[in-house]
């Protein structure tokens, strides 16, 4: 899952980007209007939520939501705002935004707030993934299979759970290391050129605990696929 965090006080954004990291979000992070309109038209990124400020360099944050609206973009949008007025809060809905949280916060009451409103979103995110025997688990980020009567189970880390819910949810494609860069990895991150092999072996090593590694094949010259 990814979001799209627009604020330009830097201790603020530091602190939103950390606790989403944490809860397995990749988070794109900028501090200006213009600057994130310019992400969310990037024809390879696809966002699931943004958190926008109010008061923004470029584009503020209602210009921001206005604009996306126009455009007939769906993606469900959260502002963060010091006012608190009745008549703040209706400009903010009236200009396209989905929630409104008002300044100072807490880090709980936004992470509850964007588990609802991905709940609301079309693309309603379930409490498990489930292909055949292989259930990911959304709460635990724990992969697990059934095999001769018994649940067998590993964890993951932030990086093998958000590449397998990729393939899990692109059964049959095959992937290129481009795409996952593109739909896995910050904007801003600058990864090797070998870190998607290198998940991907470490990937591979969890699912053979599970007797699943011939599930995630190597398509020579072209990317990876999974069955």
């Not at 627009?6 to 809860?23: F, K």
């Not at 988070?27 to 994130?36: C, F, I, M, R, S």
């Not at 958000?162 to 290129?176: A, K, N, S």
Request: charged share 20%; aromatic share 8%; net charge negative.
């Amino acid at each position: 899952m990814r979001i799209l965090l627009v604020e330009d006080e830097p201790d603020l954004g530091t602190a939103i980007r950390r606790i989403l990291h944490q809860h397995k979000y990749v988070v794109d992070w900028v501090q200006d209007g213009t600057e994130a309109w310019h992400y969310l038209t990037l024809a390879d990124v696809s966002y699931t939520l943004a958190v926008v400020d109010w008061m923004l360099p470029g584009l503020s944050g209602l210009e921001l939501c206005q604009r996306l609206r126009v455009h007939q973009y769906s993606l469900p949008i959260l502002i963060l705002t010091a006012r608190d007025s009745q008549a703040d809060k209706v400009a903010g809905l009236d200009a396209g935004a989905d929630d409104y949280l008002v300044k100072p916060f807490g880090m709980e009451e936004l992470l509850a707030r964007l588990r609802a409103l991905q709940r609301r979103a079309p693309q309603f995110q379930p409490a498990q993934l489930q292909v055949d025997t292989l259930t990911l688990d959304y709460g635990t980020h724990i992969l697990s299979t059934v095999a001769a009567g018994r649940i067998e189970h590993v964890e993951l880390t932030s990086k093998e759970f958000q590449i397998l819910e990729y393939f899990m949810t692109h059964i049959g494609h095959i992937v290129t290391s481009q795409q996952l860069l593109a739909q896995l990895w910050d904007l801003g991150a600058e990864p090797t050129s070998n870190v998607v092999a290198a998940q991907i072996r470490l990937l591979r090593r969890k699912l053979a605990e599970l007797g699943h590694e011939h599930r995630l094949e190597t398509v020579y010259g072209m990317g990876y696929r999974f069955h």
